[in-house]
């Protein structure tokens, strides 16, 4: 059993429950411990050496949050070695600094602050941008996709995995493989590419280039794509890998896809001269807020400055 757990963030709300029961299957598939871990609000959190000038209220005794989920969890058969931990603080500040000695954080869409129409609460952006680990966020059921999935639609289960051609995070090309051979799943992988193409017609305009050939880009971007996964398929011979390279916007494509799908992975943004700071990038911060299925956003290998 490896000595890294997964952790599920919980805080009592629905969104956190459904999350505890994803991070409980994926602990059972990884042959891990669970650690449940409730960060609690109550103490006001600040800079360390901030002066705080208000009293703080004493920090409340037990812990009903975590009481609930035990309680929950007693008597279930098969589970795997559960550690509950309680620490007062910040989520967006605590979670990031436990995923240091974890395999996997597991955290609902929102919790209970917040406002109710949000589709992703502030914990889960600040979690998935600075944590060490890959982090899935499990959505509320019902999320309604838009778009027209790629590929015939089949039994059985399937992981997304969207893909930069030109520019691929081996990362997460490396845990959306090794979720796939977890889940005995089918590996879908979405790649797109710009189309139309647009260039400078008059100052302030653009205009489509009608020059490109749509055919020749597409089978640019099957080639790249194919060498990107040389190695991948080869770790990993018995995962059934399919290959969808679609014009137009990534994001769209990559959210279509999740619908019914088991997990879909992304990448988080990489550090830039210019942007040293982390990021989620654009299409990773659009299919955590729209896709149907759980997204794991999985961190770049070595960041500068970690």
Same mark, same amino acid.
């Given at each position: ?158 992981? !997304?995995? #969207?893909?930069? *051609? ?5 990362? +997460?090309?490396?845990? =959306?493989?090794?979720? @796939?051979?977890? &889940? ?60 969808? !390279?679609? #014009?137009?916007? *990534? ?5 279509? +896809?999740?619908?019914? =799908?088991?997990?879909? @992975?992304?990448? &988080? ?38």
């Amino acid at each position: 059993m490896s000595t890294l757990p997964v952790i599920a963030a919980v805080d009592g709300s629905e969104d956190s429950l459904r999350a505890l029961e994803w991070a409980l299957s994926e602990a059972r598939l990884r042959d891990a411990p669970l650690r449940v871990v409730h960060v609690r609000q109550y103490t006001e959190w600040t800079r360390p050496g901030a002066m705080v000038v208000m009293p703080l209220p004493p920090a409340p005794q037990g812990d009903q949050v975590v009481d609930q989920v035990r309680a929950s969890l007693a008597g279930r058969e098969g589970l795997p070695p559960v550690e509950y931990l309680t620490l007062d603080g910040a989520p967006s500040v605590v979670l990031p600094e436990l995923s240091s000695n974890a395999q996997l954080i597991v955290l609902g869409s929102r919790g209970r602050g917040g406002f109710a129409s949000l589709l992703l609460g502030s914990n889960g952006i600040a979690t998935a941008r600075d944590a060490a680990c890959p982090v899935v966020v499990v959505p509320r059921p019902g999320r309604e996709v838009h778009g027209e999935a790629a590929g015939p639609a089949e039994p059985g289960p399937r992981i !997304v995995i #969207g893909v930069s *051609a030109d520019s691929p995070d081996t990362q +997460a090309l490396a845990f =959306a493989f090794e979720a @796939a051979a977890r &889940r005995s799943a089918r590996l879908q992988v979405v790649s797109a590419y710009p189309w139309p193409v647009y260039a400078w017609s008059v100052p302030t305009d653009f205009a489509a280039m009608s020059l490109v050939d749509k055919d020749a880009v597409e089978a640019d971007t099957h080639r790249l794509l194919n060498d990107v996964l040389a190695a991948h398929r080869k770790e990993h011979p018995d995962v059934r890998v399919d290959v969808s !390279v679609l #014009g137009g916007d *990534a994001a769209g494509h990559v959210v279509a +896809a999740s619908k019914d =799908a088991d997990l879909v @992975a992304v990448g &988080r943004h990489r550090r830039r001269l210019l942007q040293p700071a982390r990021m989620l990038g654009s299409v990773t911060h659009a299919v955590l807020l729209h896709a149907a299925s759980p997204v794991a956003v999985v961190p770049p290998a070595a960041e500068d400055g970690d």
